[in-house]
């Protein structure tokens, strides 16, 4: 079964840093562009990053712009979210998600990880 | 940036009865190529989204039939013949026309 597993979430401080990971596996990870999409607590769905299947093109949403950089390592099926600059407005869970290009949406989400801002 | 806007936020229905929930963007959602990239998300509580239907009408594998959509240009809908108890949850629209990608603000259907 196809399967996204995100990692890396956890409490960390105003100002903090925190690096997230989303393992994937059962698909040939190197021919998707993968996503981050974001939820807040109680609120809706919030789109993040963009990276392409070879990393050469990244899209930033502009909540996070500058201070979050997608990345992805092909050889080991992992996609990255590396958040620096945290604030309480990035408090959500983060979910990796695959793009379908032949549906033009997301066909595969993980289940998410907690990131939780706060002093 | 496309704004997505669903009607209505909140949807009592009782069981076996129809349902609709309607999403207008701000613009156009035609690509380049003539498609359109409009999608609907449902969500369940504690869950991650799952995908139900992509490119305005098209069912995602293993979705229902009672589940539909329709529209085209800036107005679509989703419509569910016959409620079931599993149907519970939040709707969203999505368009993935262009970046950044954006969703409905989502709406909660619910049982009466």
């Known amino acids: 079964q196809v399967q996204l597993v995100e990692s890396g979430g956890g409490v960390v401080h105003p100002g903090g840093s925190l690096r997230l990971s989303c393992a994937a596996s059962?698909?040939?990870?190197?021919?998707?562009?993968m996503h981050w999409v974001r939820q807040a607590p109680g609120r809706g769905l919030e789109w993040v990053a963009v990276?392409?299947?070879?990393?050469?093109?990244?899209y930033y949403a502009d909540s996070v712009k500058g201070r979050f950089t997608i990345s992805r390592d092909n050889s080991k099926n992992t996609l990255f979210l590396q958040m620096i600059s945290l604030t309480a407005e990035d408090t959500a869970v983060y979910y990796c998600?695959?793009?379908?290009?032949?549906?033009?949406?997301?066909?595969?989400w993980g289940l998410g990880t907690m990131v939780t801002v706060s002093s | 940036d496309i704004v997505m806007t669903q009607t209505p936020l909140s949807s009592p229905v009782t069981l076996g009865q129809p349902a609709s929930i309607s999403c207008r963007s701000s613009?156009?959602?035609?690509?380049?190529?003539?498609?359109?990239?409009l999608s609907w998300l449902h969500q369940r509580p504690g869950q991650p989204p799952r995908l139900l239907i992509y490119?305005?009408?098209n069912r995602f594998s293993g979705v229902p039939d009672r589940f539909s959509g329709s529209g085209a240009g800036t107005d679509f809908t989703l419509k569910i013949s016959r409620v079931e108890a599993e149907d519970v949850g939040v709707y969203y629209c999505?368009?993935?026309?262009?970046?950044?990608?954006?969703f409905g603000q989502g709406t909660k259907l619910e049982i009466k």
């Open positions: 613009q156009s959602l035609v690509f380049r190529d003539g498609t359109t990239h």
């Open positions: 990276i392409s299947y070879d990393a050469k093109n990244k």
């Open positions: 059962t698909f040939v990870f190197s021919n998707y562009a």
């Open positions: 490119k305005i009408s």
């Open positions: 999505m368009q993935a026309t262009q970046f950044p990608y954006t």
């Open positions: 998600a695959r793009i379908n290009e032949h549906i033009d949406t997301f066909d595969i």
